[in-house]
């Protein structure tokens, strides 16, 4: 069927249809977008056909390596072009071909009015690309070719209407805080090349056992700062809601389903360095849980739809971020959370984009409400993913999010009592946040501004959201018969080791249905039983102002970064000018100002001229006398 | 006598006409001056002459009585041309090139 | 004593020097007797040819070497034969700028303004005395570098001084400035002259003998009293640093190189440089090699100071001419480097730079006498702004010697700079050579300010224009540039040959 | 066809520009270009002979010159050499194509403009193919004087005193550099024959003193770092950029400014392998300031070509750093880096330098919106930016990389610190991007016209080989690695091993 030889095509497509229609022009408009959502669909079908082919195959062989060519060889460094496609990456591949290919989809009746659709569509065509070469890179330097691509596509991306100041700041704040991440990354694969020699997932993988245990911890660190950056997790996580500037289609398919959640990836692949460098691991479970709650926080107070979503997927990421810093007892659910989260929140996403779509493109849920009657088709699937989130039975998030919890729960000692805490209390700050979007925009009263018709989308939109909402439905059904995606997974990662259960995984099945109902309980009271304003109120307490303002992230950074380095940069421009070269410009007048001064013993007397000569002709002698003594 | 004292005597004449030449305004006062100066140095080459028993200081003192009349020549030609456009012998106030 | 041998006297080695004296002496009778309208045509044909003769009798002459050309008096080296060969090369393309007799005074004697320059000026009477000075100084000059006896060294000296002397007051214009450079360069110029004589008795004191020889193995032997010596090394070097216008012995050299007579300038500041620095070469390498640490710290300090000064000064300077005599200070002090060096490469190199920098300068100097507007020469530098756009070839000229003075690469400069301070670092001189590029690098702020003046500043509307008045100068001009680039790009055949032939016979 | 030959190409094309009526502009602007595209097809023909797996010098050639000082008209490659030839043989038909009205409106008038391009490629080449320390200076000094001419005839501002400063800037080095080859001619003299073949001279370190070695080292490196230039050398870059033409700009910081870098690695290091070892802390320092500091102040540039004046100056920081890891990656990566470099930079000058003629203004909050008003100038502004801040999958990623992993196994911290370079280089090159082609239109921008088709030609190359040799540098590496594995070898290094037990 489809052989190795075929993996390049998975990137080759979008790729090309990136470029093509970047290249081509306005001569695409009219076809542009059906041009590159063939492009992806074919990558999703190829990526499909390797799975099959793959699954076909016995456990051992189902790893395939496409070489291409020698990409940088210099002395014993040598990085070829190639691509890796194992368990792990066809389970991106879909994820990205696929979901990409309903948001494409989606888009091409979201973008319908806008004039610049077809470079939307190269641009989603690139990020595809990009985040394909991502996942299939056989080693950290060829991920970082794809990671450092997301950023772009996801620049551009964001900054796709930038013609609005804001948001190009915010493309511009996007890629440099990924940058600050992708440091971490630069300095992972040089302590890797310096230490083992090689950069390749296998060879390093090879070499763990013979590495001592600070450098991994070291590369681990390394990893996870790449990580935090890309995956918005504590501390760079700033930029996610920023992000938001960007169409809502974008935010579903980068900011939501994939590319946040590329440093969870990053991860699970480095799970050989983890698993041997537990200070990395502990770091990794404890940005993972800051992440979780800080995310959640926020998500409780923001009247932005896209904001709220946004925090809600920083809180999310943090789940998988906690999943797969608990070592190989967590990876695979790392993964299952990633790919259900993949489902239910790119769905809420564009449920979102479609609420906007029939609401004038109004974002503030507080102008929302009663949508539930107009927009059926939107209520039910975002309502879908709503129970999917939360974690209600049998719907995907409460499997995925269950087994981290139990997880967490069982991980050890005080540790996993405070983890699983934490990741209960992240339950339950969910469920009261999701609830209360749920409940603004759809169930309560209608607070919608005058002249606002809403009305449903197009079936070209809400198709995408309702093959969502069915992946929402029972994606975790699917993942957990018979433990199907963790023994798919499983000969990548070190065997579990044998624990005690701290707590039997019914107790905590219990616990987090508990939270749940905790959660949407507290929401309901406080929206759906009282009258919402359609002015976000302002005589909130403290803690609710704090969460408004990200908890203060961007207050923290402008202090902590931003002001002094561009006080550095004044104070820098000024050195340059008035000191180095005021020091360049101070000699040359030095020669000048002690020319002039010389020039003034040239008084035009011939007394002075010859007293000069005299003078000298005396120093000449004294002179010579000494020498001579 | 001890011929040294003619050196000391030559050092000393040397040493005011150089003291004059600085000192003097007067074209011609600093040109005798400088007249003093070489006749110091001629009467140096004589003394050496006679101290060292050769005569070829001698023979250079000739000469430089030749060269000093050469040289009367040429500068009282260009003092005098001098002198004829300034109606001044005063070497002050030539002085139009400077700095 | 008593017996008169009558001196034995080595015609073909004279020869040079015979001719120019003869060729003097012609034109004096020339003056005298020819009539006045063919005077200025006849005394340029008579000069140049007699230098051509010279020239001839002087390239026939090589290879005949002999300490006794003239008894004890003139030795005949390869030195001597390659510096004299300078003089004359020199001499030849700097007298055909006499030929633009407009810029020289029609009656010298007459006082400016006076009704007897009026008459002078109406009956168009051109002043031509000045080729047979010029051939007096240039005959001066050929001797000064081959004598090798304290009287011929010193008759020499005044030889090729006197005649400077007068040259240098015989502008047309602006002569009060000129007579007034004459009466400076006399005044000082008699005065070092005395410094020089008083030396010269002390160094026959200390050795009982006039002879460079005789000085030498004075030295070598180490008897006689060493305060003699040392008088006599400190004031005959007063006399040469003057001469070659190091500091501090250099304040002449702006304010006569100003007043002079643009054409008189040019050949003073390459020919007498030439000579001068010819005469310290042998003096130095010959007489008084043997006491080289006495004297090597201390020129060594006059050479640093020298090339600074004249660097710094010259930043300041708003006077093309006086610019000029700045940088002219600051080679000195690099040709200094190459005396002191006292060292095969330095003999060799500092002959290469002195004919190098002296051909250079004729052809800087010619172009300084093209800048001219109705009241006569141009050389304040502001009015040069623009002359890229006005007359960019002369620009382009006078940008190329400048380079050349700078040092920069396919230019003899360069080679020159090179040669020198290899020589000054192989003696062991590391100080000349860190001060030496360092000092060029100043002096190139100022070379490049003219450049920067002619090219990149507009020109300003006053009258002043290039005027190239004959043919003469624009040979003048060519030639100079040609030698200076040929000896940048191609400059070993003349550097092989200077290396095979430089020595001194001792 | 000789290297000489190929030297020679660009004065033959001079001399019948000469020819030409300065009246007819548009043939002298043909021949100009007709000159340089030969020159850079003779030169890509030449290099196809190049034998790869050979470490010396290839394609050499000598001519006594001046024999009594041992000067030779000495030619000859070696992989870095050939590279930065061929940098500069492609990119100069680039710059006259880029720039075609440039000329017009100088003050020396459109021919003189194109004469002196050509003279300088002749020099350039002659700098960098010459294996004779004396005839590289002489190309190395005289190469100022076309350039100076450039700077100060042809561009804007205070033209004429940045091309004084430049000029005195560079002669100081060149001064310095020259009191040392003095040093060294002189010292060759005392051991044998006077010479200046490189090779030969890379023998005399064993017969100097340390402190010979070390002030001689600082004569040449200090002429280096200032045409390089590295700070705190560097404050003559960006007013010399901002007042030149665009394609001065190209020639100065894409091909000049390599001859000092280039010169770190062909004279610094071989011929005093052990002053280098003792300065290389001093070096890495100055680097990584360097690297900073130009980071900095290209944040802080309000005028566009002084910003990619400075963003030079925290690349020249990394091929300086890359030299001085020694070891192969970092040192192959160097030279990448250096040839990548004049791309990147001559896709950022050719473009600002379209945006500056149509607006008028080099300040870049004169601009804004022009992603709407011209988007190909725009992308094409956009992508050579992005080639400056290094983004994986463009060609400077490769080199950059290779410089940051190669120091790293010798020199972590310095490393470490480099990196942080990236981060900053994300907001320069960021910056200007969002204020110029992203926001609202500024007045003044509406009627800017897009790329025409000559600037589309001009421009479609260089964006073409900095994508290409992004994914695909092996064909430049090939040539290089041989040279830099042989520098890096001659100094009597040998690449860190994997520090992990056991090993492979």
């Not at chain 1, 209960?424 to 603004?440: C, H, K, N, P, W």
């Not at chain 2, 003192?61 to 260009?78: D, P, R, S």
């Not at chain 3, 960019?392 to 360069?414: E, K, N, Q, V």
Request: net charge neutral; proline share 3%; glycine share 8%.
């Amino acid at each position: 069927m489809v052989t190795a030889s075929s993996l390049v095509y998975l990137i080759g497509l979008p790729l090309f249809g990136a470029a093509f229609l970047l290249l081509i022009g306005r001569k695409a408009d009219k076809w542009g977008h059906i041009f590159a959502t063939a492009m992806s669909a074919g990558s999703f079908i190829l990526g499909l056909l390797h799975f099959f082919e793959m699954s076909s195959r016995a456990t051992e062989d189902r790893a395939i390596t496409q070489t291409l060519f020698t990409w940088i060889e210099v002395g014993s460094f040598k990085v070829d072009a190639a691509l890796l496609l194992d368990q792990l990456s066809i389970c991106f591949v879909l994820l990205i071909s696929g979901v990409g290919t309903l948001i494409h989809i989606y888009s091409i009746s979201y973008m319908a009015h806008d004039e610049n659709r077809r470079r939307f569509f190269a641009y989603l065509n690139l990020f595809i690309a990009a985040m394909l070469l991502l996942v299939l890179g056989n080693s950290y330097l060829n991920l970082y070719v794809g990671w450092e691509g997301v950023g772009l596509a996801s620049y551009l991306l964001i900054g796709f209407w930038n013609k609005k100041p804001a948001y190009a700041t915010a493309s511009k704040k996007a890629f440099v805080m990924n940058r600050i991440g992708d440091m971490g990354l630069s300095f992972a694969i040089m302590i890797a090349f310096a230490t083992m020699g090689t950069v390749l997932f296998e060879g390093v993988k090879e070499s763990v056992d013979r590495v001592g245990t600070p450098t991994l911890t070291a590369i681990g660190i390394m990893l996870l700062i790449a990580a935090t950056g890309k995956s918005a997790q504590f501390p760079l996580q700033a930029w996610l809601g920023d992000a938001m500037a960007g169409p809502t289609p974008v935010s579903a398919l980068i900011h939501a389903a994939t590319m946040v959640t590329a440093g969870v990836y990053l991860i699970v692949r480095s799970n050989f360095i983890f698993d041997a460098a537990p200070t990395a691991q502990l770091l990794v479970v404890i940005v993972g849980a800051i992440t979780l709650i800080f995310g959640a926080i926020i998500g409780m107070a923001k009247d932005d739809i896209k904001k709220a979503l946004a925090a809600s997927t920083m809180s999310q990421i943090g789940y998988m971020i906690v999943g797969a810093g608990l070592g190989p007892a967590g990876y695979a659910f790392a993964i299952m959370h990633l790919l259900t989260h993949g489902f239910f929140k790119a769905g809420m996403f564009l449920g979102a984009g479609s609420v906007m779509h029939g609401m004038n493109d109004e974002v503030n849920m507080r102008k929302y409400g009663g949508l539930r009657k107009v927009m059926p088709i939107t209520f039910v699937t975002f309502g879908l993913g709503y129970l999917a989130i939360i974690g209600v039975p049998p719907f995907a998030g409460f499997y995925s999010k269950d087994e981290i919890i139990a997880t967490a729960f069982n991980s050890g000692g005080a540790q996993g009592i405070i983890l699983g805490s934490v990741t209960l209390l992240g339950a339950v700050i969910t469920a009261f946040y999701m609830t209360r979007v749920m409940v603004l925009t759809f169930t309560s009263k209608a607070r919608w501004d005058e002249g606002v018709h809403p009305h449903e989308s197009p079936v070209l939109m809400w198709l995408p959201m309702a093959i969502l909402a069915i992946g929402s439905v029972t994606a975790g059904y699917l993942f957990t018969q018979g433990d199907a995606l963790v023994s798919w997974l499983a000969p990548l990662f070190a065997k579990k080791e044998e624990y005690d259960e701290l707590m039997p995984h019914s107790v905590v099945t219990v616990l987090a249905i508990t939270a749940v109902i905790i959660g949407v309980t507290a929401a309901l009271m406080k929206y759906q039983f009282k009258s919402v304003d359609a002015i976000a109120p302002s005589d909130v307490s403290l803690a609710t102002r704090l969460a408004r303002n990200d908890l203060g992230q961007d207050l923290f950074n402008e202090a902590i970064f931003m002001r002094p380095g561009q006080a550095l940069t004044q104070g820098l421009v000024i050195v340059d000018e008035k000191v180095i070269d005021g020091a360049v410009h101070g000699i040359g007048s030095m020669a000048v100002g002690s020319g002039a001064t010389l020039r003034r013993t040239q008084s035009g007397y011939v007394r002075s001229y010859a007293a000069l000569i005299l003078v000298g002709a005396l120093v000449l002698l004294a002179a010579i006398w000494v020498v001579t003594q | 006598m001890d011929p040294y004292n003619y050196l000391y005597l030559a050092a000393l004449l040397f040493t005011i006409g150089a003291v004059g030449v600085v000192v003097r305004r007067n074209a011609i006062v600093v040109f005798m001056c400088i007249e003093l100066m070489l006749n110091a140095g001629n009467l140096t080459l004589v003394t050496f002459s006679r101290i060292n028993g050769d005569l070829n200081g001698q023979v250079v003192a000739f000469f430089t009585m030749v060269v000093a009349a050469c040289e009367v020549v040429v500068g009282l030609a260009i003092i005098v041309a001098i002198y004829r456009s300034r109606r001044s012998a005063s070497i002050d106030d030539a002085s139009l090139l400077k700095r | 004593m008593g017996i008169f041998t009558s001196p034995i006297l080595n015609y073909g080695m004279l020869a040079p020097i015979l001719v120019v004296l003869a060729g003097a002496v012609a034109g004096v009778l020339i003056e005298a007797f020819a009539p006045r309208k063919s005077r200025s045509s006849s005394q340029l044909v008579l000069s140049v040819f007699t230098l051509v003769i010279a020239l001839v009798a002087l390239i026939r002459a090589r290879g005949t070497y002999s300490n006794k050309a003239a008894m004890n008096s003139i030795t005949f080296d390869g030195a001597g034969y390659l510096l004299q060969m300078s003089i004359l090369i020199i001499a030849i393309i700097a007298i055909l700028l006499l030929a633009d007799s407009d810029k020289f005074a029609a009656a010298p004697t007459a006082a400016p303004g006076s009704d007897e320059e009026r008459q002078a000026q109406v009956a168009n009477i051109r002043v031509t005395e000045i080729y047979p000075l010029t051939l007096f100084a240039i005959a001066g000059m050929l001797i000064f570098t081959v004598a090798t006896d304290l009287i011929m060294l010193f008759v020499a000296l005044e030889v090729l001084s006197l005649p400077l002397y007068l040259m240098a007051g015989l502008a047309r214009r602006r002569r009060l400035a000129s007579q007034e450079a004459a009466l400076k360069y006399f005044l000082l110029g008699a005065f070092s002259s005395a410094f020089f004589l008083f030396g010269i008795a002390y160094l026959y004191g200390y050795s009982g003998s006039i002879t460079f020889a005789g000085i030498a193995a004075a030295i070598t032997g180490g008897t006689a009293n060493d305060v003699f010596l040392l008088i006599g090394i400190s004031f005959v070097s007063v006399g040469l640093l003057f001469k070659v216008s190091a500091v501090p012995f250099h304040s002449w050299a702006p304010d006569v190189y100003q007043g002079s007579p643009t054409a008189v300038t040019a050949f003073m500041a390459a020919a007498t440089k030439v000579a001068a620095f010819g005469a310290m070469l042998r003096i130095f390498y010959v007489a008084f090699a043997g006491d080289v640490w006495q004297w090597r710290p201390i020129l060594t300090a006059i050479a640093l100071i020298t090339m600074v000064f004249g660097s710094l000064v010259a930043i300041s300077q708003r006077d093309v001419k006086r610019m000029l005599a700045y940088s002219s200070i600051a080679h000195a002090g690099f040709l200094l480097s190459g005396v002191i060096a006292l060292n095969k490469s330095g003999l060799d190199a500092t002959i290469f730079y002195l004919f190098a920098y002296g051909i250079a300068t004729v052809g800087a100097f010619a172009i300084v006498s093209l800048v001219n507007d109705a009241s006569g020469e141009v050389t304040d530098l502001n009015r040069w702004a623009g002359l890229g756009k006005r007359s960019p070839w002369i620009a382009i000229a006078f940008s190329f010697l400048l380079l050349a003075f700078a040092g920069i690469p396919l230019t003899s400069g360069f080679v020159g700079k090179f040669s020198i301070f290899s020589a000054a670092y192989e003696s062991g001189n590391t100080a000349i050579l860190i001060t030496g590029v360092l000092s060029s690098a100043i002096a190139a702020f100022f070379y490049i300010r003219v450049v920067v003046l002619m090219f990149f500043k507009d020109p300003v509307e006053d009258g002043t224009s290039v005027v190239i008045p004959s043919i003469y100068t624009r040979i003048t001009i060519l030639v100079s540039l040609a030698i200076t680039l040929i000896l940048g790009v191609f400059p070993a055949p003349v550097l092989d040959y200077i290396s095979q032939t430089a020595f001194f016979l001792r | 066809m000789t290297l000489t030959i190929i030297m020679f190409l660009p004065l033959v094309g001079a001399a019948l520009l000469a020819l030409v009526p300065s009246a007819q502009e548009r043939l002298v602007k043909q021949v100009a270009l007709a000159t340089t595209i030969v020159v850079a097809v003779a030169t890509l023909i030449k290099a196809l002979n190049f034998n790869v797996e050979n470490t010396e010098l290839q394609f050499r050639q000598s001519y006594s010159w001046i024999p009594s000082f041992g000067i030779n008209w000495a030619l000859g490659v070696d992989g870095i050499a050939l590279v930065l030839i061929l940098m500069s043989v492609i990119l100069a038909p680039l710059v006259i194509l880029g720039g075609w009205n440039e000329s017009e409106g100088g003050r020396f008038g459109v021919k003189t403009f194109y004469i002196l391009i050509l003279v300088l490629e002749t020099m350039v080449i002659g700098v960098f193919a010459a294996t004779d320390l004396f005839l590289f200076y002489v190309f190395f000094e005289a190469m100022l004087v076309p350039i100076y001419f450039l700077i100060g005839g042809y561009g804007s501002g205070e033209r004429a005193a940045a091309a004084v400063k430049f000029l005195l800037y560079s002669l100081f080095g060149g001064l310095l550099m020259l009191a040392s080859i003095i040093g060294l001619f002189v010292i060759s003299g005392q051991n044998g024959e006077v010479t200046f073949d490189i090779t030969k001279l890379s023998e005399l370190h064993t017969v100097m003193s340390s402190t010979t070695q070390n002030i001689l080292f600082l004569g040449f490196f200090i002429a280096f770092a200032i045409k390089a230039p590295l700070w705190p050398f560097h404050t003559w870059l960006p007013d010399a950029a901002k007042s030149g033409t665009a394609g001065t700009s190209i020639l100065l910081l894409g091909i000049l400014d390599k001859v000092g870098t280039y010169g770190m690695i062909r004279f610094c290091l071989s011929i005093f392998p052990d002053a280098s070892k003792t300065f290389t802390p001093v070096i890495i320092v100055l680097a990584l300031i360097s690297i900073l500091y130009g980071a900095f102040l290209a944040i802080g540039a309000k005028d566009i070509k002084r910003l990619i004046a400075y963003t030079s100056i925290s690349h020249f920081g990394f091929i300086t750093l890359g030299i001085f890891a020694m070891t192969t990656q970092s040192q192959s990566g160097a030279t990448l880096y250096m040839f990548n470099h004049g791309f990147s930079t001559a896709a950022l000058f050719l473009v600002v330098g379209w945006m500056i003629i149509r607006r008028g203004s080099s300040t870049i909050s004169d601009f804004g919106g022009l992603q709407r008003i011209t988007p190909i100038m725009a992308w094409s502004f956009f992508i050579a930016g992005l080639s400056g801040l290094a983004l994986p999958g463009l060609s400077s990623f490769v080199s950059e990389f290779l410089v940051l992993v190669g120091t790293y196994t010798r020199y972590p911290a310095a490393a470490i610190i480099a990196t942080f370079g990236i981060v900053l280089a994300a907001l320069y090159i960021l910056i200007p991007v969002q204020r110029a082609l992203h926001g609202e239109t500024t007045p003044g921008n509406e009627n800017l016209k897009d790329l025409n088709l000559r600037e589309k030609i001009t421009i479609a190359p260089v964006i073409a080989i900095i994508i290409f040799l992004g994914f695909y540098p092996s064909p430049l590496l090939k040539i290089i690695n041989p040279a830099a594995a042989y520098i890096v070898q001659q100094q009597g290094y040998s690449d860190p091993v994997p520090t992990m037990n056991g090993g492979k």
